[in-house]
Structures are given as structure tokens and as C-alpha cells.
């Protein structure tokens, strides 16, 4: 079954830090762009930080210099390390993986950050 695996979520006050993790099943092949997107309640879903297979990385304007955005690509599993977390980056964080010929979605793991 092919599936993306989501953890890390949680809540934490702001200023604190959480490390969300997607691993991707094994049988996801070529996976090109792996990516973090969120969605506060009311709101679309946004990118958040997307890196390429080579290593290129795009972040949202809101999280340059607080989130970095990683991948493994033995494990098929991206990162995303989130530091001087906001109030305002409380949503819903997606993973998602895009292939030569798909894109697949992980469940979504709540990020909360107290103020």
C-alpha cells in the first residue's frame, strides 16, 4: 500500500521548536519534489518548504530563516525542522511527495503553538 507516514506534530509554546518527519513507502518510486504545506482553519493550504531531489530548496517568505526543509533519500523521507515557532504558524502540516507520474498526500499531523 502506498502511503506517506507523518510525525512531530504537537503542541508547543511559541519561540519552541518541533521537527516534523514524512516517510514514504517503499514502493513510492522517482520521487522528484518532496514538500511541507499547511492549512489553518479558514484558510487554503499553502506551500511551507519544497526540496528537490538534487537539494534545492523554496521556502515560503514567512519561514526563511526559521523552518529548514530536509530529505533523506535512502529512508524516502523529508523533514522539516521548524524553530521560533509563532502563534501564526498554528495549522494542519502536510507532506507531499511528487513522482514521474503521481503525487501523494500524507494524513496531516496539528501543529499548535501557544502564545
Known amino acids: 500500500q502506498v502511503q506517506l507516514v507523518e510525525s512531530g506534530g504537537g503542541l508547543v509554546q511559541a519561540g519552541g521548536s518541533l521537527r516534523l518527519s514524512c516517510a514514504a513507502s517503499?514502493?513510492?518510486?522517482?520521487?522528484?519534489?518532496m514538500g511541507w504545506y499547511r492549512q489553518a482553519p479558514g484558510k487554503q493550504r499553502d506551500l511551507v518548504a519544497a526540496v528537490t531531489t538534487g537539494g534545492t530548496t523554496n521556502y515560503d517568505d514567512s519561514v526563511k530563516g526559521r523552518f529548514t526543509i530536509s530529505r533523506d533519500n535512502n529512508k524516502n523521507t523529508v523533514y522539516l525542522q521548524m524553530n521560533s515557532l509563532k502563534p501564526e504558524d498554528t495549522a494542519v502540516y502536510y507532506c507531499k511527495v511528487r513522482t514521474n507520474n503521481n503525487l501523494y498526500w500524507g494524513q496531516g499531523t496539528q501543529v499548535t503553538v501557544s502564545s
Open positions: 517503499a514502493n513510492i518510486f522517482n520521487i522528484n519534489t
